[in-house]
Structure formats: C-alpha cells, structure tokens
C-alpha cells in the first residue's frame, strides 16, 4: 500500500491535518492506536482560540460548533474568593469559543467519514522506518496481520506518549521539561456552570477552575497533590472543595450534583527541538505539553497543523520545499510563546509548596496589579486569546 503521508494517531492533531490534506487532494491514511470509542470517551480541552475556530472553519468542521459553542469575551480571575474580570474584546477586540475537545474529535470523525477518510483504529506496534531517506515507510499489526505502508511523509500526531517523537535520534534531540509539584482532579457534572464565564481562581489552599461545555453541563478543576487519587475524592468532598477556593458569590450561587466523570491529570511543560528530522513532523502533545491553565495544549496542536499543512500543500501544489523547510522552526517560535503564557499563568494561580507567605504575597499582588492595570489586562487577553499564527 501507498499513500502521500501517513499520520500516527487520530487525535484531534491527525484528524484534523487528514481533513485539510484530503480537501487538497493529498492522500493520507491516520493510524490510531486505540478504538474509536476510546478516543471519544477522552474529556480534556474546553476553549478554543479563535484562530482554532478558524482552521475548523476552513476544514469544513464547523455546524455543529456554530451552533452549539459558547463565544466568551472574557474571563474571570479571583483570589481569595474575591473575583474580577478581564474583558477580552474591550482590551484586544478578540473572543474565544468554548466547545469542548471531545465535540472536536466527533465532529472531525464525522467529515472524515463522510469524505471517505482512511482511518485504521487499534493498529498495533505502529512503527515508522527510513525516515532519513527519500523512501520512508510505516509498518502496524492489525487483527494480527502485518502491514506495510509506503509514504512520502510520516506526521507524528501520537500525543506524549506515542512512538514518533522517539524516532528522532537523541544525538539531534534536545527536550525541555518542567513538572510541576501537583495535579489537576476534574469532574464533569450535569449541572449548569456557575458563571457565564470561566472562573480562575488562585487561594492559599490551592487554585480551582470553574468552566463548562454547555449550559446544563459544567467542568470544574482542583489543584491537589500529586499523591491523590481521584476515587478517594466523593463528589460533597469535591464540591466543598471547590467552595471554599472560589469567589464567595459563585460559592453562594453553586449548584451541585454527582460527577459524570473524575479523574486527576499531571502538569508539565514540555518542548522537543526539533520537530522536524528527515521524513519525519511532529505535531501537537508529540511534540510539546503545557499544563492546562492557559487552556493552549489543543490549540497549540492546532497551530502546528496549520504550519504543517501549509507547507504540504505547497510542497505538493508547485513543488515549493521551503514551508517544510521551516516548520519545525516557524512552529515552535509560537509554541514557546504559548509555553512561557501557560507557565506563567500557572506559577500565578497554584499554591506552591514551597512558596511560603512572602510567594502568596506575591500573588496577591500580582492579581491586584492584574485587576487594577489595563496594560495588564492587554498582555493577559493577547495571549488568551490566541498569537496569530
Ligand atoms: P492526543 O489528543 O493525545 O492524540 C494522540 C493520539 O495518538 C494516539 N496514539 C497512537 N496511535 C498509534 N500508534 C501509537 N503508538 C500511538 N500512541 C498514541 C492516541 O491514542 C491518541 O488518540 O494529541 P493531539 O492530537 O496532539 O491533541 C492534543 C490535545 O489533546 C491536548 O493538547 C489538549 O487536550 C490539552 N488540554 C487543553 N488544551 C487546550 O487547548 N485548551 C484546554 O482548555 C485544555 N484543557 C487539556 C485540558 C488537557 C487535559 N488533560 C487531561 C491532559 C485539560 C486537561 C485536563
Ligand atoms: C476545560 O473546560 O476543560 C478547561 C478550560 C480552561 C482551561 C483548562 C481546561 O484553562
């Protein structure tokens, strides 16, 4: 078998570079890992830049987000249960669309399928060979038979934990990591969102996020350490919790019920360099993790999809090398950026352990300065809203 470009992994990353190329005439066949109701059943991102919203656009993907994702022109900061708003289009005239990943994912199925899109779900021992030469191939174990995939590109979009980012020989690779001394526990509960929009808020005993995905349906976050479990955690201890961290009037207003999902995510900031070796383009969670406070890890995955496709299209359009050239470093001089604002959002709203009252001071003083200056404001809201591409 032959295609253009074979992409490891039908994450959002995959899919959605399947779904620009196909719409160029470029073949690619995605192989996924795991089954498509494992995929689907993943809840993680929630905001999308706007600059996300239009690479779904321009790929064809964007009913169901019209009609049902919730545009935010701000968000709400808050420390000690006191909070206060950024306003997004007032300080940089731009918004974000909240519409959750899992939504993304289903919708990018969905035109994968209607275009007659090749996806092969729970390809095992996916494995990318001759990625130095002009002649790369991929060979996977599907129902126990053997394949052989010839190709012209090999894109790893197979999250931080795929096989891609390996390929690269550690002589060329250089990693960058960060990893921060707590945890993100979430749950998704069938109740309306306490606020109309996000709530970031930063407290002594920990930070605490409240978002959604609907209007009947809202997802919350605690900071806890790293030694926790998600099932020690009952939904009234999780909801206590929460109270306790967020401004008082969201706590008087809160309505609770029981979790649909829990469970507890690391956090960590991570960059390879670089991410492009011969044949072979990293995309999205396979080349870089930010932890989610800046809500930038899918559209960051995003970005790279755009660098990358534009320089396919141009390689296979009019024989145009250049954008290929350059993606691994026009694609990280954003993730960077993307990097320092996610870690930087992150370093002012956790409790550190090790931070002490003069690191809460700080803080507070940080999110007083944030409430009280414009200017603040403006490079809070540029960033969250997304650097153009
Ligand atoms: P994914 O989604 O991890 O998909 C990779 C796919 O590759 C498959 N795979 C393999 N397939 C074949 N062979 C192998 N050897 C393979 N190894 C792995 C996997 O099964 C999977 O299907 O990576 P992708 O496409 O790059 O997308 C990245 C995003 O998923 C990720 O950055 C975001 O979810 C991060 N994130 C957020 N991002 C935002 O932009 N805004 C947010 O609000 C936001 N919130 C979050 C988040 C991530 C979270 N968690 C749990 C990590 C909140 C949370 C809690
Ligand atoms: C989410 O809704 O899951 C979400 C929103 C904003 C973030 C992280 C996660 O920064």
Not at 99 to 123: F, K, N, P, S
Not at 213 to 231: C, F, M, T, W
Not at 321 to 342: C, I, M, T
Request: glycine share 10%; aromatic share 10%.
């Amino acid at each position: 078998m032959r295609r253009q470009v074979v992409i490891i992994g039908g994450g959002p990353s995959g899919l959605l570079l399947s779904q620009l190329l196909h719409r160029d005439g470029i073949e690619t066949i995605v192989l996924e890992r795991r089954s498509r109701d494992y995929v689907l059943g993943r809840i993680r991102a929630g905001v999308l830049e706007w600059g996300s919203v239009e690479m779904l656009r321009t790929a064809g993907v964007d009913g169901r987000m019209n009609d049902q994702g919730l545009v935010h022109g701000g968000t709400y900061l808050a420390a000690r249960n006191r909070g206060f708003r950024i306003d997004f289009e007032a300080r940089v005239g731009r918004k974000v669309m909240v519409y959750g990943q899992t939504e993304v994912t289903a919708d990018l199925y969905a035109a994968r399928d209607a275009m007659g899109g090749e996806i092969i779900h729970e390809a095992e021992g996916v494995a990318p060979h001759g990625l130095d030469t002009a002649a790369p191939w991929v060979s996977y174990v599907k129902d126990g038979t053997e394949h052989r995939i010839d190709c012209d590109y090999v894109v790893g979009c197979d999250g931080f934990h795929g096989v891609s980012r390996g390929c690269i020989p550690e002589s060329v690779r250089t990693e960058y990591e960060r990893i921060y001394p707590f945890g993100w526990l979430g749950i998704l509960s069938e109740v309306p969102p306490v606020s109309h929009e996000l709530i970031y808020a930063n407290h002594p005993r920990g930070f605490a996020l409240c978002s959604m995905r609907n209007p009947q349906l809202s997802r919350h976050y605690i900071q806890v350490g790293l030694d926790e479990k998600a099932e020690a955690w009952s939904d009234d201890a999780f909801w206590d919790e929460l109270r306790r961290r967020i401004p008082q009037d969201a706590a008087d207003t809160l309505v609770t019920g029981p979790s649909i999902e829990k469970s507890i995510a690391p956090l960590r900031s991570f960059v390879c360099e670089p991410i492009r070796w011969g044949r072979l383009f990293l995309v999205g969670d396979a080349a870089h993790i930010v932890p989610p406070t800046g809500a930038k890890g899918l559209n960051l995955a995003i970005s790279d999809v755009h660098y990358l496709w534009q320089g396919l299209r141009a390689r296979y359009g009019d024989g145009e090398e250049e954008g290929l050239a350059r993606y691994s470093e026009r694609a990280l001089a954003r993730v960077w950026k993307s990097v320092r604002f996610s870690w930087s959002m992150t370093t002012l709203l956790h409790h550190f352990p090790e931070q002490g009252a003069f690191g809460q001071r700080i803080q507070d003083a940080d999110l007083a300065y944030l409430e009280q200056s414009e200017a603040a404001q403006t490079a809070l809201a540029e960033n969250y809203v997304g650097l153009p591409f």
